[in-house]
Structures are given as structure tokens and as C-alpha cells.
């Protein structure tokens, strides 16, 4: 059974970093898309980042130039750098895995990330 473990959330104050982890565990191959989502208290979950096995990557504006998406491929980890935080960026972060032939889609229990002074 696979299973995403999530860590690095916390508080921070505005203009803080932190940095996101989330590492698979089990039997899971040929992962192809690697990716983090976050879902504010009643929003939608929107995708933050994203990064393929080649190392391409993806932002959503709100992301651009401020978080940085990385990913181990020995480790089956994905990490997300995030800096110059803003309130805003208050939400629950998942990180999502797709792998296998039939692109199954993991995901994270979640990460609080709360910014505010």
C-alpha cells in the first residue's frame, strides 16, 4: 500500500520560508508527475506546483518566482521551497504522486501551513 507522509508546515510569520516535504512509502513505481496543492477554508483545492519525471516544471501565478518545486527520484520525495510567504498562502498543502501505467493518482494527508504575524 502506498502511502505520501507529508512534513514541514507550520506558522510563519509574512515574508518567512518554509520548506515542504512529502515521501512516498511502499510499492510504488514509475512515478511520473510530482506535485503540491493547497486548499484555503472555503476555496478550492488549487494546484501550487508541479514537476514531471524529465524535471519540468509548472507554477501557478500566485507561486511564481516566490516557491520552488524539487523532487528526488532515489527518494520518491518531493519537496516545494517556499519564501517570502504572505497570509494568503494560508492553507492546507497536499502533495499529490501520479505513477504507473494507469496514472493513479496518491495523495498526501495534508500539511498546515499558517502565515500571520
Known amino acids: 500500500q502506498v502511502q505520501l507522509v507529508e512534513s514541514g508546515g507550520g506558522l510563519v510569520q509574512p515574508g518567512g520560508s518554509l520548506r515542504l516535504s512529502c515521501a512516498a512509502s511502499?510499492?510504488?513505481?514509475?512515478?511520473?508527475?510530482m506535485g503540491w496543492y493547497r486548499q484555503a477554508p472555503g476555496k478550492e483545492r488549487e494546484l501550487v506546483a508541479a514537476i514531471t519525471s524529465d524535471g519540468s516544471t509548472n507554477y501557478a501565478d500566485s507561486a511564481k518566482g516566490r516557491f520552488t518545486i524539487s523532487r528526488d527520484n532515489a527518494k520518491n520525495t518531493v519537496y516545494l521551497q517556499m519564501n517570502s510567504l504572505k497570509p494568503e498562502d494560508t492553507a492546507v498543502y497536499y502533495c499529490?504522486?501520479?505513477?504507473?501505467?494507469?496514472?493513479?493518482?496518491?495523495w498526501g494527508q495534508g500539511t498546515q501551513v499558517t502565515v500571520s504575524s
Open positions: 511502499g510499492s510504488i513505481f514509475s512515478i511520473k508527475h
Open positions: 499529490n504522486f501520479v505513477a504507473g501505467l494507469w496514472r493513479t493518482h496518491y
